[in-house]
């Protein structure tokens, strides 16, 4: 299992590095949109333009550095939980390996 996990933050790891460039690019072009909107609009849209600058920054900081560590948290404690289950209710689920076997039609 510690092989899958380790897969499993090289995968996370992986899409995070092929997508930042796309999250970035996409949040500078909004927040120009939105600096541009700041500077050259009226009073009565520039508080709401600071409160979507705002949104554009701390989203854009959410989705590279909180939802990945999230969910390599997140299915950690899953694990430890099914873990837990199966140890207290007496029944322990075959390995994968031993599901396949079973599966696997006699040659």
């Known amino acids: 299992k510690g092989g899958r996990r380790e897969d499993r933050i090289k995968l996370i ?10 999250t970035v690019m996409t949040s500078v072009t909004t927040l ?14 520039r508080d709401f333009t600071i409160v979507l600058i705002l949104g554009v920054i701390i989203g854009t900081y959410s989705s590279i ?35 396949r076997a079973e599966k696997a039609i006699p040659v």
């Not at 899409?15 to 930042?20: D, F, G, P, R, Y």
């Not at 939802?67 to 404690?77: D, F, G, H, Q, T």
């Open 32 to 45: 120009a949109v939105l600096m541009s909107l700041l500077i050259l609009g009226g009073a009565v849209i």
């Open 65 to 99: 550095y909180v939802a990945s560590p999230a969910l390599v948290e997140i299915e950690s404690w899953w694990a430890k939980r099914q873990a837990a289950k199966e140890e207290a209710s007496g029944k322990k689920r075959p390995s994968r390996s031993k599901r």
């Open 13 to 22: 790891n992986r899409s995070i590095n092929e997508v930042l460039p796309r």
